[in-house]
């Protein structure tokens, strides 16, 4: 499995970021009711998309992996923002998700994130992201650890976690803030569905 483009075969299209997401990062992102539990984190204009993206876009550069940009069939969300690439199709930008590197406590692991647009979710969406992320990450990291880390009120990003088997941690650890849940890196790959 390639990590940059992957298609299910329903409309589902997980692929690598690129600058030109912005407006999409912005339709999805700039929705106060995407970050319920972080709402200082909402975006107010393409120059706060563009500012996300720089960092993700970067991970790839430097790891070949990274979030994706999630699009998704039009007839999900009419009025979505229309993917700007030429093998997008007639898919929006749905929202981001996938793995990027990062430390916890010395300990390079990965992050799995996934984040939607609201007139989209409830179509087991995250399941299906997280589910490609835990099979991409043996290819692009060996045995390293998977974390999920959400605020505490987010009941449904951890149901997600829980049903592909992570366990929830509790607190992260140095945070009074961030809910902690791990699955180990050395697992088999999770069944498709």
């Given at each position: ?7 299910d ?38 120059g ?52 990027q ?57 951890r ?17 009074t ?17």
């Open positions: 499995m390639k990590a940059n483009r992957i298609e075969g329903e409309g589902l299209l997980l692929r690598e970021p690129s600058p030109a997401d912005a407006p999409g990062v912005l339709a999805v992102h700039g929705d106060p009711r995407v970050y319920v539990h972080d709402p200082h984190e909402t975006h107010a204009d393409l706060d998309a563009d500012r996300f993206l720089r960092p993700i876009l970067r991970h790839w550069r430097e790891h070949g992996f990274g979030y994706w940009t999630v699009l998704v069939p039009r007839a999900w969300w009419e009025a979505g923002t229309p993917g700007p690439g030429d093998g997008d199709g007639e898919r929006v930008n749905g929202g981001m998700g996938g793995v590197r990062y430390t916890l406590e010395d300990e390079l692991v990965l992050n799995v994130y996934y984040r939607f647009a609201p007139a989209i979710q409830g179509r087991g969406l995250a399941g299906r992201v997280l589910r490609a992320a835990m099979t991409i990450a043996p290819e692009i990291a060996p045995g390293t650890d998977l974390v999920v880390r959400t605020r505490p009120a987010n009941t449904a990003a149901r997600v976690a829980e049903r592909a088997g992570f366990q929830d941690l509790g607190l992260e650890p140095g945070t803030d961030m809910r902690l849940l791990r699955v180990s890196g050395r697992r088999p790959a999770p069944a498709p569905g």
